[in-house]
């Protein structure tokens, strides 16, 4: 350090000094029989602490030695007083700092109640709850704005849905929508013959159910797209030539009905004929065609007999 720095250093500490000296004079001292006494025990270890600094910088300068001699009580002091405000006064402290918050509050409602000439008194009524608070602060235009931007706000007395649009709301039912849709359609719709269909549905309103709809129209779509006709399974191709859940040979099949016959063949004869209701129905409404198909067979049978009587006499 030169001769200069030490020169400024001293004339800054001489310069302070005054000022302090100056601060001094004009403070006012203050009651302190009431106050904390672990504040104030804490202001004169902190002014120790600065006067044992001071004497040590004074040493300093002089060039004396601190290690050994009559100044050496300095820095065993300075030691002292550190470790008794960060190991003993600053626990002590963070432990009462509730009660020191506290104590400065009510002093500050105190100041404040003076400066406003309110009367602090210990009235229950002061405490009560405001009606007032419950009410929405946002005026009606800063709510139109926070709509506008689609920012929901739940009123704070009673809850309320947010407002849904039409797209979130939910679907028809699948029976509704599909009848709308074939009423307003204009395409042609093809349906089965009259009576076909009660092997498979019976009395149903529609020919196939969702389900099936739905599997027809993916496999419409993937033959129109592929430009190929998917197999379909016998039974179900078998069931397509089934009329009003007989079969077509139920007019003319001498194996299930032998008396339509005028001669009974030998799987008719093989066969128990089993009489049911359909059979009884089949036989009241077929007499009719039963008689012209006997006067058919009889008629067959003397052509054949006259072509074999001609035979026998040409040969």
């Given at each position: 350090?030169?001769?200069?720095?030490?020169?400024?250093?001293?004339?800054?500490?001489?310069?302070?000094?005054?000022?302090?000296?100056?601060?001094?004079?004009?403070?006012?001292?203050?009651?302190?029989?009431?106050?904390?006494?672990?504040?104030?025990?804490?202001?004169?270890?902190?002014?120790s602490y600065l006067h044992n600094l001071a004497l040590l910088i004074l040493v300093k300068v002089h060039g004396e030695s601190i290690s050994?001699?009559?100044?050496?009580?300095?820095?065993?002091?300075?030691?002292?007083?550190?470790?008794?405000?960060?190991?003993?006064?600053?626990?002590?402290?963070?432990?009462?700092?509730?009660?020191?918050?506290?104590?400065?509050?009510?002093?500050?409602?105190?100041?404040?109640?003076?400066?406003?000439?309110?009367?602090?008194?210990?009235?229950?009524?002061?405490?009560?709850?405001?009606?007032?608070?419950?009410?929405?602060v946002d005026s009606t235009s800063d709510r139109s704005d926070l709509v506008k931007k689609g920012i929901y706000h739940p009123p704070r007395?009673?809850?309320?849905?947010?407002?849904?649009?039409?797209?979130?709301?939910?679907?028809?039912?699948?029976?509704?929508?599909?009848?709308?849709?074939?009423?307003?359609?204009?395409?042609?719709?093809?349906?089965?013959?009259?009576?076909?269909?009660?092997?498979?549905?019976?009395?149903?309103?529609?020919?196939?159910?969702?389900?099936?709809?739905?599997?027809?129209?993916?496999?419409?779509?993937?033959?129109?797209?592929?430009f190929v006709r998917l197999p379909s399974k016998k039974y179900k191709r078998k069931g397509q030539n089934v009329f009003g859940g007989e079969?077509?040979?139920?007019?003319?099949?001498?194996?299930?009905?032998?008396?339509?016959?005028?001669?009974?063949?030998?799987?008719?004869?093989?066969?128990?004929?089993?009489?049911?209701?359909?059979?009884?129905?089949?036989?009241?409404?077929?007499?009719?065609?039963?008689?012209?198909?006997?006067?058919?067979?009889?008629?067959?049978?003397?052509?054949?007999?006259?072509?074999?009587?001609?035979?026998?006499?040409?040969?």
């Amino acid at each position: 350090m030169t001769d200069s720095d030490v020169s400024l250093l001293l004339s800054t500490i001489e310069i302070a000094l005054r000022q302090s000296r100056t601060s001094l004079k004009d403070l006012k001292l203050l009651p302190i029989d009431k106050g904390i006494s672990l504040l104030s025990l804490k202001l004169h270890l902190f002014l120790s602490y600065l006067h044992n600094l001071a004497l040590l910088i004074l040493v300093k300068v002089h060039g004396e030695s601190i290690s050994e001699g009559k100044y050496a009580f300095i820095v065993e002091r300075l030691v002292e007083l550190r470790v008794i405000l960060e190991k003993g006064i600053q626990p002590i402290e963070a432990k009462l700092k509730y009660q020191i918050d506290k104590i400065f509050g009510n002093l500050y409602k105190h100041e404040f109640s003076e400066k406003h000439k309110i009367e602090n008194t210990e009235n229950g009524l002061l405490y009560k709850p405001n009606p007032m608070d419950l009410l929405p602060v946002d005026s009606t235009s800063d709510r139109s704005d926070l709509v506008k931007k689609g920012i929901y706000h739940p009123p704070r007395i009673s809850s309320a849905l947010p407002s849904e649009s039409v797209e979130q709301r939910l679907p028809l039912n699948h029976t509704l929508r599909d009848f709308i849709a074939s009423e307003i359609s204009s395409a042609p719709v093809p349906g089965p013959s009259i009576g076909s269909n009660i092997v498979f549905y019976g009395k149903r309103l529609h020919a196939a159910s969702a389900d099936e709809q739905r599997d027809l129209q993916q496999k419409r779509k993937y033959e129109e797209e592929n430009f190929v006709r998917l197999p379909s399974k016998k039974y179900k191709r078998k069931g397509q030539n089934v009329f009003g859940g007989e079969d077509w040979r139920i007019l003319d099949n001498e194996l299930y009905y032998p008396d339509f016959s005028p001669d009974e063949s030998l799987v008719s004869k093989s066969r128990e004929e089993i009489e049911n209701e359909d059979t009884a129905i089949v036989k009241r409404f077929g007499v009719d065609f039963n008689k012209k198909k006997k006067a058919l067979a009889k008629k067959i049978k003397l052509k054949a007999k006259k072509h074999k009587i001609l035979g026998k006499t040409k040969g």
